[in-house]
């Protein structure tokens, strides 16, 4: 793709005058973008002197600084290490009605780490599938990506580069690692070259632009920007994909699940948790040293038990190293924001547990029933979220589903327990009796997400929860039984 590098064909004296034309366009188009909503990400790649903090600096002069940011990419550092390749990406998206520029980007992951972190073939695969995953994504739920290469032969970079070093004020710029990668530009050429075939797709196309003429790269870049931005505003973004496969692991409906006869009496309840108690703090101390990070997620319906078989797996914790994050419906800015941003957000380091009472699957339950969200973003979301926690597996966390499971009858027994309790009768409120009046709804609604989203790689559980003795212990030693699973593996 490098050598068919766009070229400029409008003649010299006209490109001032249109150049002009395009800025003044483009400081009225970012007032549309915030009446649209309409979330905006321009991403500059490109070989070391191509000129993009210069072309950055020309497209962020016009713009209201309120409502843009820019982000300059830099090597992953050690505690970014630690958590998923793309949640620092994640963490930059712009909200709807804004914009973010980056001065590289995700793809410092691909082609720089392939030839200077030394990553595997596999892992580069990995690696390329999650960036075109999470750039779909964005492009599914309405962001428009507009992502530049800049490219100058190896002659032009070593002219600049002199240009930078002669001049006491800039030459700092020019570094033992930018000469590195000048010298070997040939190999570098090829990488990236091949990053952009892998990395252009219906739904995120590359510009690759001939920077060897700043004032022809500017107008390019500007008409190109302000092309994609109407165009979008217009027509919006979002392209028809394939759909996805996963391997699934098959679950039977909820009303398949027999409750009867799972119940656990106090006396043997005490001695299972104190034994489940303590191999699960063991167990704890191995994943640490191991780093294997851990995600519980537990959902279920109002008064099914979720918070207090959370209690009892971390009270086997050590505090340090674990997190509990209850998930309530999002605020405005996580309202401005693709829904995974908030998830990603609070995953768990290596080493560590993140233990969510509810969590992304809201997005196919509450959202999908109290018509939140258009039918077209939850069907997505299926995929989405296979997407999301096949990445997580693949980046080697263990992720335990928990659906915990009780009858109508059972629920009506606890809500007036709570009701009638002075210390409980906080937990209940208006909205779980209206919740309640759904129940069919929400059933299928359940049966729909566990059927499409138990995966081989992260199956639901579904524990029976009628005697919260009895499933509080099943959680525990399902957790137990998984741990185990993943350290024997690891061997």
Not at 22 to 35: G, H, K, T, V
Not at 79 to 97: A, D, H, N, T, V
Not at 137 to 143: A, I, N
Request: aromatic share 10%.
């Amino acid at each position: 793709m490098l050598e068919n590098a766009v070229r400029c064909k409008e003649k010299s004296e006209n490109i001032k005058e249109k150049t002009d034309a395009l800025e003044q366009e483009l400081s009225a188009l970012q007032q549309r973008i915030r009446e649209k909503k309409l979330p905006v990400i321009l991403l500059f790649e490109g070989w070391g002197a191509s000129g993009k903090g210069t072309l950055i600096a020309d497209v962020i002069k016009l713009l209201d600084p309120r409502f843009f940011k820019v982000y300059s990419t830099m090597p992953a550092d050690e505690s970014e290490r630690r958590y998923p390749l793309m949640k620092r990406f994640w963490e930059i998206i712009p909200g709807y009605g804004a914009i973010s520029v980056l001065d590289r980007s995700w793809y410092r992951e691909l082609a720089i780490a392939r030839l200077e972190d030394g990553i595997s073939e596999k892992e580069y695969v990995r690696r390329v599938d999650s960036v075109n995953i999470f750039e779909r994504q964005l492009s599914d739920d309405g962001y428009v990506i507009i992502k530049f290469f800049l490219q100058i032969s190896k002659k032009e970079q070593k002219k600049r580069f002199a240009g930078l070093r002669e001049d006491s004020s800039s030459k700092w710029r020019v570094t033992e690692l930018d000469m590195k990668r000048h010298k070997n530009y040939d190999e570098y050429y090829e990488q990236f070259d091949l990053m952009l075939e892998k990395t252009d797709t219906p739904y995120c196309r590359w510009n690759v632009i001939d920077a060897s003429d700043r004032r022809t790269a500017r107008f390019q870049v500007l008409d190109i920007i302000v092309d994609s931005i109407k165009n979008a505003l217009v027509s919006g973004s979002g392209y028809s994909v394939p759909p996805a496969e996963f391997a699934l692991s098959p679950c039977p409906k909820l009303s398949e699940i027999q409750l009867d006869g799972k119940t656990l009496t106090p006396d043997e309840y005490g001695v299972k948790l104190k034994k489940a108690r303590k191999e699960l703090s063991r167990l704890h101390g191995r994943i640490y040293k191991k780093k294997i990070p851990v995600i519980l997620v537990f959902e279920g319906r109002d008064a099914a038990g979720k918070g207090g078989a959370i209690k009892r797996v971390s009270y086997a914790l050590d505090p340090r190293g674990y997190e509990a994050v209850p998930i309530a419906a999002p605020d405005k800015n996580e309202l401005d924001h693709h829904y995974l941003q908030r998830f990603w957000k609070r995953l768990p380091k290596t080493g560590h547990i993140a233990i969510f009472d509810r969590s992304w699957y809201g997005r196919v339950m509450v959202e999908r029933i109290e018509g939140f969200t258009p039918e077209k973003r939850w069907t997505q979301a299926y995929r989405e979220i296979n997407e999301f926690e096949k990445e997580l597996t693949d980046e080697g966390a263990v992720i335990l589903k928990f659906w915990i499971h009780i009858d109508k009858d059972e629920q009506l027994k606890r809500f007036n327990d709570r009701t009638n309790d002075p210390l409980k009768s906080w937990k209940i409120t208006d909205e779980d009796w209206r919740n309640r009046e759904k129940w069919d709804m929400y059933e299928a609604a359940v049966d729909e997400m566990i059927e499409k989203t138990s995966t081989k790689a992260a199956p639901w559980h579904i524990i029976e929860g009628n005697n919260k003795l009895y499933s509080r212990i099943k959680v525990m030693n399902t957790v137990i039984d998984a741990l185990n699973d993943r350290l024997d593996a690891d061997k």
